[in-house]
Every structure is written in structure tokens, then in C-alpha cells.
């Protein structure tokens, strides 16, 4: 996914519309339906749909729908919007996950600005919303997707367990 809006993915807009929580997870009994649209949200904004991803995320009132709304504001770019959704996550349970994949991928001559991206104990997403907003066209931008993919597969995949009540860590 790039760092910006992208470019809506045509070939599978027609799939995205028709998909629902019934569609993507049946009828079971323990579904989080929250979750569920949560997946459905992260499916549009992977698609580069920001828009649709907008409307499903903005309705779920939790801090995983929080955190779908900061990403989409995130690509935009609404960088101050992406950190007001950012503040109402607060803490979530992929970051300490998203720290350690950020350190995995983060090379030893990081520029300064982002050289806590290797040493960090705790993720915080405020500064990597601020790497995100000088990246583009920068030796960061490359580091900034494959963190930014991470990100999204990491909670992609715990909304998923939540959605089916499942409670294997990622």
C-alpha cells in the first residue's frame, strides 16, 4: 500500500460491495460485529476505497475502529485528523507487535528523525505519523510501507480473532 490515497483497485470494487459480515463470517454465534466491519473498513482501505473505508470505520466506536479511522486519515494525507483518532485508540494491543516489526525492518543508518524506530520500546504512532508526512519521495518511504503493512496486517488479524472470539495472539 502506498503512503498516500493510492489508487482505488477497480478489479475488486465489485467483490468489496457486495461483501458483508454475513458474507465474510457466517453466522457465528460469538461475532463481534464491531470487529467484523472492522475487517470489511481494512479491506477497502488496503484496496486504496479510503471513502468506504471512511464510512464503515467512523461507525465503529472502539479503539480498533478508532485506529481503521487513523490510518485512512493517515493516507490521505489528514495528518492532524489521523492524530486525533490516534489519541482516541490511546494504547492498543497490537503496538507492542508493531514495535518489534517496525525494529525488524528498520535498518543501522536510519536518519535521526526516525532512528527511534530501531530502539523503541513501545510504539508510538504519533511519531510515525509525522515520519509518514515527511517520507514521501525520501529513502524513509520504502521503510515507512513495510512498517505501514505491518500495521495493517497486525490489525487486520487481531479484528479477525476478536470478530470469531478467538483468543490466539498474533
Known amino acids: 500500500m502506498p503512503l498516500g490515497p493510492g489508487t482505488p483497485n477497480p478489479g475488486v470494487h465489485s467483490e468489496l460491495s457486495a461483501l458483508s459480515i454475513e458474507l465474510a463470517f457466517g453466522q457465528a454465534g460469538r461475532l463481534d460485529a464491531d470487529m467484523a466491519k472492522g475487517c470489511i473498513a481494512g479491506m477497502w482501505l488496503y484496496h486504496d476505497y479510503l471513502d468506504e473505508s471512511h464510512s464503515l ?14 490510518l485512512m486519515h493517515r493516507r490521505e494525507p489528514d495528518y492532524d485528523n489521523a492524530k486525533y483518532w ?26 535521526a528523525s526516525a532512528q527511534f524506530l530501531a530502539r523503541q520500546s513501545a510504539w508510538d504512532p504519533f511519531a510515525f505519523i509525522d515520519i509518514c508526512e515527511h517520507a514521501a519521495g525520501t529513502e524513509l518511504e520504502l521503510l515507512c510501507r513495510q512498517i505501514q503493512q505491518a500495521e495493517w496486517e497486525l490489525l487486520f488479524d487481531f479484528c479477525y480473532r476478536q470478530a470469531i472470539g478467538s483468543t490466539k495472539s498474533p
Open 57 to 70: 470505520s467512523q461507525e465503529i466506536e472502539t479503539p480498533s475502529g478508532s485506529y481503521w479511522h487513523g
Open 86 to 111: 490516534f489519541r482516541k485508540v490511546k494504547t492498543h494491543p497490537i503496538f507492542d507487535f508493531l514495535a518489534a516489526a517496525s525494529k525488524q525492518v528498520s535498518y543501522a543508518d536510519l536518519p
